[in-house]
């Protein structure tokens, strides 16, 4: 009979021999505070590996515990709801320590919560974010110093604030104590990880199987879909072209350094541009960099005047005219 109830006889013929190590023994006490209105997806990414690792080894490996400021259910972002098991004003014993969060988290300000996550540092709990959790980590002033990932929804949004921080654009990262992941399934890839660290690949591939996740990627992993499916077009020319504008968001170049860069004449690019996505080429540059502003706008605190600089516009009335006619709605109602 297994772990909770159930029979796994399929299981049985190529389930995995644990060794009784000291490793396996453990049960291993994972944290996990959401923090209001914070993504379903993320959380269910974060804490079901470590039910099924329970439930397909029949032993108990992982031990979760919901943390909250006090034990009144946390909404999600859905019509969901988690009940915590524990405050932050308890003494806890934590080998890790996830904050899962979603929606703006540069406004976040909670000193209590701040307060927690250092001392939980400090007691040896390992701490992780997960999609804008990692923010609120670095918004603690717990990522100094270390490599990071956050969802990239706040990535720019963090830049702005933080630009010391070392940011990358990968699924996960772990860096000594700290494990910060993307988001969504991402996490489930992060976790994978964990127990693979913790009881071998063979056992975190039966987990991987479980829900139907043929393969756990590695934390290098893209968090996006590639170009050409972002941009409309594979065409060669025009991913040069539009790679080179986001590389130049907060310093716009002109059309004949775009055409440089994508190794036709001004006159071929602005073609392209037309017949493959029916804008011109420096059409298509701006309205990215609003696209960027609006991204900005709404997952930073920012001040109207930084955003219209960061994205390459000389003032900030200049930019609101831009904005206002390209969504159809001034920049100040996306804050």
């Not at 130049?248 to 036709?264: C, M, R, W, Y």
Request: positive net charge.
């Amino acid at each position: 009979m297994g772990f909770s109830g159930i029979d796994f006889p399929e299981i049985d013929a190529y389930y995995p021999k644990m060794e009784k190590t000291g490793s396996e023994l453990k049960v291993w006490r994972i944290g996990v505070l959401p923090i209001t209105g914070f993504a379903l997806m993320a959380y269910a990414s974060t804490v079901e590996p470590f039910r099924a690792a329970n439930v397909l080894s029949r032993r108990r490996l992982y031990e979760v515990i919901n943390i909250a400021p006090s034990l009144a259910p946390v909404a999600s972002s859905g019509a969901a709801s988690v009940t915590p098991q524990a405050t932050i004003k308890q003494p806890l014993n934590l080998d890790y320590l996830f904050v899962v969060a979603g929606g703006n988290p540069m406004v976040f300000k909670d000193r209590d919560i701040f307060a927690f996550l250092g001392r939980m540092s400090r007691f040896g709990a390992r701490l992780g974010g997960v999609s804008a959790g990692p923010a609120i980590l670095a918004l603690a002033g717990l990522m100094g110093g270390r490599r990071m990932t956050v969802h990239w929804e706040h990535g720019e949004a963090l830049s702005e604030s933080f630009p010391n921080l070392m940011i990358e654009r990968t699924l996960y990262v772990i860096d000594r104590d700290r494990l910060t992941c993307a988001g969504g399934t991402a996490a489930l890839d992060l976790m994978l990880e964990l127990i693979t660290n913790h009881h071998g690949s063979q056992f975190a591939s039966l987990v991987s199987d479980w829900f139907l996740h043929t393969e756990i990627r590695p934390s290098i992993g893209p968090q996006r879909s590639g170009m050409p499916a972002r941009v409309g077009s594979s065409n060669g020319v025009i991913l040069d072209a539009v790679k080179f504008m986001e590389n130049h968001v907060a310093d716009p170049v002109s059309l004949p350094d775009l055409a440089l860069a994508a190794g036709v004449s001004e006159r071929q690019l602005n073609r392209l541009f037309q017949q493959k996505l029916g804008r011109s080429t420096m059409g298509y540059y701006r309205d990215l960099r609003l696209d960027k502003a609006r991204n900005l706008l709404t997952n930073s605190s920012l001040p109207l005047t930084e955003i219209a600089y960061a994205t390459g516009f000389a003032n900030s009335s200049h930019f609101s005219r831009l904005f206002s006619e390209y969504f159809g709605r001034a920049p100040s109602s996306f804050r």
